[in-house]
């Protein structure tokens, strides 16, 4: 067995973890991950971090502690920018340096530096140097890549078929291990022809839902929200689910070009959900104390009160966020919106 390389199933996991995942492993390391974000974890980040950290950062420490004697490295990239003229929340690109002032006996931090947002010298350094941690060869390196790349775009066409992130790892057969019962089942689901069918559900409503990914996918921190919304009867479809030829240009109606990756994508999604006509309510689930996210919340507020014609409705979750009340919202929210669906 090579070197331990741990990932946490937090923040950029959820968009990343194929392609690193086989990255490391194509260079001869064994890949771990973190479990599930359970409470434990949650209060294990939140004893590090201070109050005004956003929740998936607190998470994102949780799981870091929880790798902790499980691996020799754990993987903490800085990522700055990952596409031209756009860059990622400031807390991305302080991550490494947040994690090493807060979490104390933790394995060796791999801290590669990924920043497109101008060429892609850096990038290929990043790529390099990381894998020269693991082999001297380039050539090595390099197919590493490819094959990296390779599982990216095959993930991404699963997500973009209507799977959420668990399934279409579940589909690649490179899920993590998975306490969720009900993911398993749709995951089994979407091996099937037809596979967008089934995961997408053939609900009575169909419901946008936009979200930063560490929060709509992460089971806990979303009190499940995808899976209950499914068993009220509705079909999700998420920004990721979206072409981002789609986002882009939803996101290109908003007057200054919004630099943040994610938040243009959700504004964009948002925008389309409201616009289109291809969805019966859109719900908008945000960490609290998120600067972006009370932006892009707000644009979108607006731009729903102006239209009128599609229900938005806005959830704000936090480590004191009850199950309860998260479920009372979500069966309000999909009342009106089977009222409100035209016949
Ligand atoms: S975008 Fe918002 S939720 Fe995500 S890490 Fe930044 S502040 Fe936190």
């Known amino acids: 067995m090579g070197e331990v390389v741990g990932i946490p199933r937090a923040l950029l996991y959820y968009h990343y973890y194929p392609m690193w995942k086989v990255f490391f492993e194509s260079l001869g390391g064994t890949v771990v991950t973190s479990g599930e974000t359970t409470r434990a974890v949650l209060d294990a980040g939140i004893k590090v971090t201070v109050d005004e950290a956003c929740l998936p950062i607190k998470v994102f420490h949780g799981h870091v502690l929880a790798l902790a004697g499980k691996c020799d490295y754990v993987f903490v990239p800085r ?58 060869s380039v050539l090595r390196i390099l197919a590493a890549h490819n094959r990296a790349k390779a599982a990216l775009a095959r993930y991404t066409r699963y997500i973009e078929s209507g799977m959420t ?20 089942a749709v995951a089994a689901a979407s091996s099937l022809p037809g596979a967008s069918e089934a ?26 929200v995808i899976r209950r919304l499914r068993e009220m009867g509705a079909s999700v479809v998420t920004a990721d689910m979206l072409p981002a030829a789609i986002t882009e240009r939803e996101a290109a109606r908003f007057p200054k070009r919004v630099f943040w990756t994610l938040g243009r994508r959700l504004l964009g999604a948002g925008f389309h959900f409201l616009r289109s006509g291809t969805v019966h309510g859109c719900l908008h689930m945000r960490a609290f104390t998120c600067g972006p996210e009370s932006l892009i ?23 004191h966020t009850g199950e309860a009340g998260v479920i009372t919202r979500l069966e309000a929210f999909i009342d009106v919106v089977t009222r409100r669906r035209k016949p």
Do not use: Q, W
């Open 79 to 136: 990522l700055v920018s990952v596409e031209r003229r756009a860059f990622t929340c400031p807390k991305f690109m302080g991550l490494p340096d947040m994690i090493r002032c807060n979490c104390r006996d933790i394995p060796r931090i791999i801290d590669s530096c990924i920043n497109l947002s101008r060429t892609t010298r850096e990038y290929i350094h990043a790529v390099y140097s990381t894998g020269r941690m693991f082999t001297g």
């Open 165 to 184: 992130p668990d399934e279409a790892m579940a589909v690649m057969g490179i899920a993590p291990p998975c306490d969720e019962p009900a993911h398993r």
């Open 199 to 224: 995961v997408r559900g053939s609900g009575r409503v169909v419901v946008g839902l936009v979200g930063h990914p560490y929060v709509i996918y992460d089971p806990f921190v979303s009190m499940n």
């Open 297 to 319: 919340g707000e644009i979108l507020e607006r731009e729903s009160a102006r239209r009128r014609d599609v229900p938005f409705a806005t959830i704000t979750v936090d480590e």
